[in-house]
């Protein structure tokens, strides 16, 4: 049988505001997570052996949410990793997807396309509640759809470039999880609600106005929002001196805008948007630096 693949995903603007209905811009990664699907006697998953104790409850409870949803389909799963883990890529919600597209190909392998879709994004959906509690819903929308994404409340919509949108990506080293930093940012702004209504509000404003860029293909305004967009995680308190070191130097090797992704925080990864990321790519891995380059979306050199 043929893999089921969930994508990474990278945030372009407007994560963590996200959470709160304010719109976020995602755009899929080449890099995800395979879930290698058998034949089996019973529904199972095969926990991968680097997991410690609690990150394997975690993984089988959520994969139980997804398994009792599609009825334990007789099939059993191993999972396969082409993205670093816990680093701000989305690989919760790569797991997720990857898991529930393989339980679906055998449970709903009779519906319609569409139905099928449908119940693959509930399992996924399951799942990434049980790893973060109380996800927006961007990452795993991302993953499933595998394209650039305007997410807000639960909507999805496609957004296409008429130029290349192409990133590099830099692990910035080890950080919380997830559900951790946004609970953080949660007590925050409950004791603050007036000021981060106003950063949330404008942060919203840059990811509309992101849209439009992305839409003209402009992408000098694309990167000069995305700079405003850090300036207003920093004042979030969600930045460090890790993210801070690879963010400015992304600018340095030229980036349009750069910034943290994911939920950022005492680590995680950086992303930065160029014209051209393969000469930045090359100094940057020559420095030893965990990095990456891909394309969003726009028209791809055959
Ligand atoms: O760091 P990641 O890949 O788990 O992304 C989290 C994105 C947030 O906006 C911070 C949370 C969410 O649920 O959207």
Redesign the pocket.
């Known amino acids: 049988m043929t893999p089921s693949f969930g994508a990474g995903?990278v945030?372009l603007l407007g994560?963590?505001a996200?959470?709160y209905g304010y719109p976020?811009i995602a755009g899929a990664l080449p890099l995800g997570i395979y879930a290698h699907a058998e034949a089996a006697e019973c529904c199972a998953l095969r926990v991968p052996d680097n997991l410690d104790e609690k990150q394997s409850a975690l993984l089988q409870q959520a994969f139980e949410k997804a398994a009792e949803f599609a009825a334990w389909p007789k099939v059993a799963l191993r999972l396969e990793a082409s993205l670093p883990m816990g680093a701000?890529?989305?690989?919760?919600?790569a797991v997720s997807v990857a898991c529930a597209k393989a339980l679906a190909a055998v449970a709903f392998a009779q519906e319609a396309h569409e139905a099928q879709l449908e119940k693959t994004n509930e399992m996924a959906w399951r799942m990434e509640q049980v790893f973060?509690g109380s996800?927006?819903g961007?990452?795993h929308s991302t993953s499933l759809r595998e394209t650039l994404l305007w997410f807000c409340q639960g909507k999805v919509q496609t957004l296409s470039s008429p130029v290349p949108l192409n990133i590099l990506v830099a692990m910035a080293g080890k950080r919380s999880s997830?559900q951790t930093?946004?609970a953080q940012l949660h007590t925050r702004q409950k004791k603050w609600p007036g000021h981060h209504k106003r950063l949330f509000e404008e942060m919203g404003r840059c990811t509309e106005e992101a849209r439009g860029a992305i839409e003209e293909g402009d992408l000098p305004l694309l990167g000069e929002l995305m700079n405003v967009n850090q300036g207003l995680l920093a004042a979030m308190q969600l930045d460090s001196e890790k993210l801070a070191q690879k963010i400015y130097r992304l600018r340095r090797a030229g980036a349009l805008g750069a910034k943290l992704t994911?939920?950022g925080g005492d680590g995680?990864a950086v992303v930065g948007l160029f014209e051209n990321p393969e000469g930045p790519l090359e100094a940057l891995r020559a420095e030893g630096v965990d990095c990456f380059a891909c394309q969003l979306a726009g028209p791809r050199a055959t």
Do not use: F, R, W, Y
């Open positions: 995903k945030i994560e963590h996200v959470v976020a701000g890529l989305g690989s919760s919600a973060h996800p927006s961007v990452d997830t930093t946004v994911g939920a995680g």
